[in-house]
């Protein structure tokens, strides 16, 4: 679609509408051009149907009851269901017990419900199977096997398609030759659909979407011409295949719903294959049908400000402390990149109320394994709790698919009438390895940074810079400059960094008290060229070199200050040492020297820097399939990157 342009969108915006307002319903004393529509005032209403809910794990129940509960905060008129209630496939006392189940959860709905029959609702299996095998047990705990009523004009019809084969009497949903309509199932279709010929609208529930063949062949034919001919039936629901599908023909609307608790591969969820219900407003002219997720609805009344505060502290603090019980500080690998240790873990609960958690091992590398796998538990207010995991790694040494594991935390807030999930956190694990950096491979890489989660800190003991003269310089190719942009920054009025906001190199170091700074006049253009930036103090000066050309200088003389932050590569870091103010692009090349080590107008500054006495830091960035960036300095402070500041192949 072409966009309006700016006069025509005025006037489409304040063209008058088509309805006209009534001084009876509209009131304001306030002047304007745009007539505000008023509502239809016909009877609407909505209903909300709810799909298999078998065939899954026993769990299956949660998922209903969470369904429950969000259709009790919509408040629909009604909830339907399409079938496969229960388990089934059992004998009387079995089937008995999985209905009380079911229906202690259903009965919690504020509104009438309705069933529909099922293959597991009626289907026995083992010895002494009645004629009808659970039929009479469904009706006389359900209801009839089909039935209809009306609603505010409008009518809903429950069909039977688990009918015996007329002949055999067997039940088998995968024969077409057991899918026929019996003749009195029949006979009271066509009495209904007479008795409603004047109703608004006409619904159809049944358990199998027949309309679809295959398996089913063409026994839905029958059903669905005296559908059409009746005129007034809009829309027919189904469950059974555990996904959502969608047809429409003659004028009538078919759905297949998924599940609501019952067996879910969740393959596409958003195309269909999820827990879900849905939600129907029903008006004179059509309906309009939504498919909500179970658990996604979420109750304004719940969120007092004690909630919205306490979910909002656990969402920045709920953070566990993870020790090794061994005197050693951290986890050393072995030589073989193995390990067998044991980390305590403290959790506490600083909220107002109670919450329920999990921490499970999170990692690409499968040869790391926890004892016990995952710990759940509830904290109540103000408690805390102590775990130990086994920590252990197969000895199959440095790969490619090494990767350092981490602690996966995830929590819920148990509100009064809410439960509110806390987004899920990761937490490093103590691991440590004696580590020596690889040779370089033959294609060029660098680091991708997007966003400030791109960013990798170095830590403050790893990068120590003594007072007086140094370098610090890198290669970067950007793909957007922001406002303000920091590359390689340890500033927090203090330090020193580079920053290339709006394009513009830009080097500051903080002596005598104060930042001497420098900003290139020239602006770079983000995309396609790599620029080389150095920044030089030598104790008398700071100097900007911008691509090989001396970009700025200016006298700068005295004690630097210094902090104990992380130096940040692709970000500025702030005073806590986060990362902030993020660069967009591939950083390589990172090093930070003693000494000046450029002087004059022009330089040469090499593609791969190259490490020697004086290098302080060297990072490559080489290595992409490693949870480390190597630091090619005399030092080897190799640090681990952040799962999302990926190493990728340069083709420059």
């Avoid at 051009?33 to 899954?56: C, H, K, N, Q, Y």
Wanted: glycine share 8%; hydrophobic share 40%.
């Amino acid at each position: 679609m072409r966009r309006l342009e700016t006069a025509a969108l005025a006037a489409l915006l304040l063209a008058p509408t088509a309805a006209t307002q009534s001084p009876d319903r509209f009131l304001t004393d306030r002047k304007s051009p745009v007539e505000l529509a008023l509502t239809d005032e016909a009877d609407s209403f909505t209903f909300a149907v709810f799909g298999d809910r078998t065939g899954g794990p026993p769990e299956g129940v949660l998922v209903l009851a969470d369904a429950v509960r969000d259709t009790n905060i919509l408040g629909p008129d009604l909830v339907m269901t399409v079938g496969d209630m229960v388990q089934g496939y059992n004998d009387t006392p079995a089937w008995l017990a999985q209905t009380m189940e079911f229906r202690g959860i259903m009965d919690g709905l504020r509104m009438p419900w309705y069933p529909v029959a099922g293959n597991h609702d009626v289907y026995w299996r083992g010895p002494n199977r009645p004629p009808l095998e659970h039929e009479g047990n469904y009706e006389t705990h359900f209801g009839p096997l089909w039935y209809a009523f009306e609603h505010k004009d409008c009518w809903f019809v429950a069909l039977f398609s688990d009918e015996s084969n007329p002949k055999t009497g067997e039940k088998d949903f995968t024969k077409p030759q057991n899918h026929p309509m019996s003749p009195a199932q029949f006979g009271w279709l066509d009495g209904v659909l007479r008795r409603t010929k004047d109703a608004r609208h006409v619904f159809v529930f049944l358990h199998h979407p027949r309309w679809i063949g295959g398996q089913y062949g063409d026994t839905w034919e029958p059903i669905h011409e005296r559908l059409a001919a009746a005129g007034n039936v809009t829309a027919v629901f189904a469950g059974h295949i555990h996904r959502m599908t969608y047809t429409e023909r003659d004028g009538i609307e078919y759905f297949a719903l998924a599940t609501t608790g019952g067996h879910q591969s969740g393959l596409v969820p958003e195309a269909g294959y999820l827990h879900h219900y849905d939600l129907v407003t029903v008006r004179d002219s059509g309906i309009h049908v939504a498919t909500l997720p179970v658990g996604e609805v979420i109750d304004p009344r719940a969120l007092s400000e004690d909630v919205v505060r306490d979910a909002s502290m656990l969402a920045r603090s709920f953070t566990p402390a993870i020790t090794t019980a061994a005197d050693d500080d951290r986890v050393r690998l072995d030589a073989s990149f193995g390990c067998d240790a044991e980390l305590q873990v403290t959790l506490k609960n600083p909220a107002a109320f109670p919450v329920e958690f999990e921490l499970l091992l999170a990692g690409r590398d499968p040869r790391w394994s926890t004892s016990p796998d995952h710990v759940h538990g509830r904290l109540e207010p103000g408690a805390d709790k102590v775990f130990t995991l086994r920590l252990r790694r197969a000895p199959e040494g440095f790969d490619g698919a090494f990767d350092l594991p981490a602690l996966e935390v995830r929590a819920d807030l148990l509100a009064p009438g809410a439960r509110v999930a806390i987004p899920e956190t990761t937490h490093e694990l103590p691991v440590d390895a004696t580590l020596v950096a690889p040779e370089p491979p033959v294609t060029e890489h660098a680091l991708l940074v997007q966003g400030t989660s791109g960013a990798v800190p170095v830590p403050a003991t790893s990068i120590e810079v003594p007072d007086g003269p140094f370098t610090v310089e890198a290669w970067f190719q950007a793909a957007s400059y922001g406002d303000r942009v920091g590359l390689v920054t340890k500033t927090e009025a203090s330090e020193y960094g580079i920053f290339v906001s709006k394009g513009q190199p830009h080097f500051s170091v903080h002596v005598d008290g104060a930042y001497a700074a420098l900003t290139s006049a020239a602006t770079l253009e983000a995309g396609g060229a790599w620029h080389h930036v150095a920044g030089v103090f030598d104790g008398a000066e700071i100097r900007l070199y911008v691509d090989g050309e001396l970009a700025g200088r200016r006298a700068a003389s005295g004690k630097r200050t210094t902090n104990r932050l992380p130096l940040m590569l692709g970000a500025d870091v702030d005073g806590q040492g986060r990362a902030t103010s993020p660069f967009d692009g591939l950083l390589d090349e990172v090093r930070i020297s003693t000494g000046a080590r450029y002087a004059g107008d022009r330089i040469v500054p090499e593609r791969r820097l190259a490490a020697d006495a004086g290098t302080l830091l060297l990072f490559h960035c080489d290595v992409p399939r490693s949870p480390w960036l190597f630091d090619a300095s005399p030092r080897g402070a190799h640090v681990r990157r952040p799962s999302a500041a990926r190493v990728v192949a340069d083709e420059r």
